[in-house]
Nanobody, 124 residues
Framework: QVQLVESGGELVQAGGSLRLSCVASGGTFSRAVMGWFRQVPGKEREFVAAITWGDRKYYADSVKGRFTISRDNAKATGYLQMNSLKPEDTAVYYC??????????????????WGQGTQVTISS
């Protein structure tokens, strides 16, 4: 059973930066895609970024140029570096992964395993 644990969320001012981490256990992290999603109350979970095991990266238009996804396979850890943060980035951020091969990355349905989430709050 794959387990994911996120950390790094906190309250920061607009324009600031945060780095989220996602530590994976129980699976073959180096061969798995990892995605980041976010969710605010009353809204659907929204795609933020994904990185394949071959280091191909995908971003939502709303974060392109501000967020950077990366991974350290030796540590079984994924990262989301978030710069130039805006109040609209406020959400619970989740990392996710899956054990099967697929070329789709943008929907929560494309992932099997999820972390518990970490709260990111951006003050104006």
């Amino acid at each position: 059973q794959v387990q994911l644990v996120e950390s790094g969320g906190e309250l920061v001012q607009a324009g600031g930066s945060l780095r989220l981490s996602c530590v994976a256990s129980g699976g073959t992290f180096s061969r798995a895609v990892m995605g980041w999603f976010r969710q605010v109350p009353g809204k659907e979970r929204e795609f933020v970024a994904a990185i394949t095991w071959g280091d191909r990266k995908y971003y939502a238009d709303s974060v392109k140029g501000r967020f950077t996804i990366s991974r350290d396979n030796a540590k079984a850890t994924g990262y989301l570096q978030m710069n130039s943060l805006k109040p609209e980035d406020t959400a619970v951020y989740y990392c996710a992964t899956r054990a099967y091969y697929s070329l789709t990355y943008y929907s929560p349905r494309d992932y099997e395993y999820w972390g518990q989430g970490t709260q990111v709050t951006i003050s104006s």
